[in-house]
DNA sequence: TCGATCCTGTAG
DNA sequence: CTACAGGATCGA
């Protein structure tokens, strides 16, 4: 499921109705989730702490809570966590819950289990996080940081996109979105790229995030069949051999890293 | 830098 | 049945 911006969207909803309560009950389903830490440390740590504010880093979501601990999970592929009114009717997927005061459920929900709850202490954290990169909304990203970053890189521009150190958060939908709509060929290496065109890439970068962060806030506040209302509409992502809506050309599917990459080989070079 | 691995579900 | 899935890590 989640990239930056459904990931952006998890933690706002969140916020709206599950931060700020007490954690009666912590209850790990599926040991694996947690490794290499111990489920039941993290059952036992988890217990009885109020849930303070929900912070997003990249993919990655940190409940912090009370006694300077900070829970820290990462939805992967098919991960969701989210808050239900009754702590009784969980889903068969779900791999963690959490009791709040009240009665309500903070459940994560992953049905192939690739997703990960750690708990760290809260001074632990930068550590934890330094290799990670800039938010690519925050004013940090600015062209000659991205810039700085691709100078000297031969790595392919997709996989640049999807490194985690380099920009954070940026998954396999929107790195391919992002490199169609500045003109780039993915498998072009970042280092060889010219300096209009790093600047082309940012910004296509800037707009890609917006759009998905507003789609997936819409589409993650009203769910069920609205839910496509709020849908990002992707050019180029799982179109392989549709026509290129400014081309015509079909679109094509090349194996990048070990994950589908989809372009455009008419505008994208 | 590639491939295997972690897991389960679904589409063809 | 095989291929593939919005992710990341590990060892060869």
């Given at each position: 499921m989640p990239e930056l911006p459904e990931v952006e969207a998890v933690c706002r909803k969140l916020r709206a109705d599950g931060a700020g309560r007490r954690i009666v009950q912590a209850r790990i389903e599926r040991a694996g989730i947690t490794r290499p830490q111990s489920a039941s440390w993290i059952e036992e740590a988890m217990t009885g702490r109020r849930m303070e504010t929900v912070e997003r880093r990249g993919k990655n979501i940190l409940l912090h809570l009370d006694g300077d601990l900070v829970a820290h999970i990462h939805l992967r592929m098919t991960g969701n966590l989210y808050v239900v009114p009754d702590v009784r009717f969980r889903p068969?997927?779900?791999?963690?819950w959490w009791e709040l005061e009240g009665g309500k459920g903070l459940i994560f929900e992953d049905p192939r289990a690739l997703g990960r709850v750690h708990v760290h202490r809260a001074e632990a954290l930068d550590a934890l996080f330094a290799g990670v990169g800039v938010e690519p909304l925050a004013d940090a990203f600015t062209v000659e940081h991205l810039r700085a970053r691709a100078k000297g890189c031969r790595k392919p521009a997709k996989l640049f996109l999807m490194d985690q150190k380099h920009v954070a958060g940026l998954g396999n939908i929107y790195a391919a979105e992002a490199l169609f709509r500045a003109g780039i060929h993915p498998a072009r290496g970042i280092g060889g790229i010219s300096a209009a065109r790093i600047a082309s890439l940012h910004a296509a970068i800037r707009e890609v995030m917006h759009e998905a962060v507003a789609s997936a806030?819409?589409?993650?506040?009203?769910?069920?069949?609205?839910?496509?209302?709020?849908?990002?509409?992707?050019?180029?992502?799982?179109?392989?051999?549709?026509?290129?809506?400014?081309?015509?050309?079909?679109?094509?599917?090349?194996?990048?890293?070990?994950?589908?990459?989809?372009?455009?080989?008419?505008?994208?070079?």
């Open positions: 068969v997927a779900a791999r963690a806030v819409l589409a993650y506040a009203a769910p069920g069949r609205f839910a496509e209302a709020g849908s990002f509409d992707t050019a180029v992502y799982d179109r392989e051999g549709g026509p290129c809506r400014r081309c015509g050309r079909k679109i094509r599917r090349i194996p990048q890293g070990g994950r589908s990459t989809y372009f455009c080989p008419g505008c994208q070079r």
